[in-house]
């Protein structure tokens, strides 16, 4: 009778309440079932050897669904750890998006980024936005701009935090169409929802870089990057709040 418990406690414990509560209550119900015919006032010899044989199953069953029980606990923890470990090497603190990390090792080593866009957006004047409102704002509005990047209703993108205020979007199986879109609709969210915290209010406008690859994997990635660095500098250039494309 004390497997039910465990069980309970196990799905309790991890979540897989389905699973171990069904196994539990199956457990204590043919527990239930074996028992009653032993009960009574009188036993046979033939009926005191099967109580002692049905113990003997009872124990071992018990001992190998303790074991299972210890080895699930010692792989959900480390399994737990691992994603931990993960989601801290491969996400961006402040934000919670990627960060280069992802994009190498992940991203450049998927064969599925074909024929998409790369994206490389840059906050205008966030220098001034420091120097006006301090740093604690300065972080606000990275946050913000990368809510607006979620919001985005793109399928397939990935969207890391690049570096300061620098963001890369990558986005596969994508047309020209679909970056300008993108772009468009990026700039039209940063124009109707400006940046507000407490009383203060502003706007934030960024600037973009974006250019079309066929295969995103680590022969192409160097000269990709170039490539929406350079589109990104000649939108800051032009007099910024704005985005540059090449196919």
């Not at 239930?32 to 050897?49: C, H, I, M, R």
């Amino acid at each position: 009778f004390i497997l039910p418990f465990l069980m309970c406690y196990f799905a309790l414990k991890h979540g897989l309440r389905e699973f171990c509560l069904l196994a539990g209550l199956l457990t204590l119900i043919c527990t239930t079932y074996v028992s009653l015919p032993l009960a009574g006032e009188y036993w046979s010899e033939d009926q005191v050897y099967m109580l002692s044989r049905i113990s003997a199953y009872r124990l071992a069953l018990g001992s190998y669904l303790i074991i299972f029980l210890i080895v699930c606990e010692i792989y959900l923890n480390n399994k737990r750890l691992y994603q931990a470990y993960e989601r801290m090497m491969l996400s961006d603190e402040l934000t919670g998006l990627k960060n280069r990390r992802f994009v190498r090792e992940k991203v450049l080593t998927d064969p599925s980024y074909q024929n998409g866009f790369l994206l490389l957006l840059d906050i205008d004047d966030f220098k001034r936005v420091n120097d006006a409102h301090g740093h604690h704002i300065g972080d606000l509005v990275i946050q913000h701009i990368s809510a607006l990047l979620r919001e985005s209703s793109v399928s397939s993108k990935m969207i890391s935090r690049w570096g300061g205020e620098e963001f890369l979007v990558v986005v596969k199986h994508a047309s020209d169409a679909d970056c300008k879109a993108l772009c468009d609709r990026i700039m039209q969210r940063c124009r109707e929802q400006p940046f507000v915290y407490k009383d203060l209010q502003f706007p934030v406008n960024v600037s973009m870089g974006a250019a079309t690859f066929k295969q995103l994997d680590l022969n192409h990635y160097e000269a990709l990057i170039q490539k929406v660095d350079k589109n990104l500098y000649e939108a800051k250039a032009r007099g910024k709040n704005q985005y540059v494309f090449s196919a």
